[in-house]
């Protein structure tokens, strides 16, 4: 699942799959999803990772981006609560970390370090070690 990849470009263009526009009313959720699909995968925000993992979108790729992002700073903050970024990547599938347990093991290692887990992630922490 670990793939290097040019951060020059989008998930669109990576993942080779440009999603027609929606027939009807679409959620300012996934419109913003859609949008930030078509931005260069270097210039994402923790934020913008922070939607789309939690959207379960273009995890091939942002899984590894957010690992490396939070090798730097475990606390990354996007626009909900310090960690958030951190949770987003703790409460996804456990069939994605059986496909990539390298991944998996980095992600552990960070969270082990964590000298003070915030409240707000408290439950994410455990429930990722507990697999």
Not at 11 to 34: F, Q
Not at 57 to 75: F, I, K, N, Q, T
């Amino acid at each position: 699942m670990i793939r290097v990849v040019n951060r020059d470009r989008s998930l669109e263009e990576l993942e080779r799959d440009r999603w027609s526009a929606p027939s009807g009313g679409e959620t300012r959720l996934m419109a913003t999803v859609r949008e930030l699909r078509r931005k260069p995968l270097g210039d994402l925000t923790v934020e913008d990772m922070r939607l789309l993992i939690r959207q379960d979108v273009g995890l091939a790729y942002l899984l590894p981006r957010a690992v490396e992002v939070l090798r730097g700073d475990p606390l990354a903050e996007g626009d909900m609560y310090e960690g958030d970024l951190l949770a987003a990547v703790l409460t996804r599938s456990p069939e994605i970390w059986s496909e990539s347990p390298e991944l998996g093991r980095e992600v552990r290692l960070i969270v082990s370090e964590l000298a003070d887990v915030p409240p707000a992630l408290k439950r994410e922490v455990e429930g990722f070690l507990a697999r």
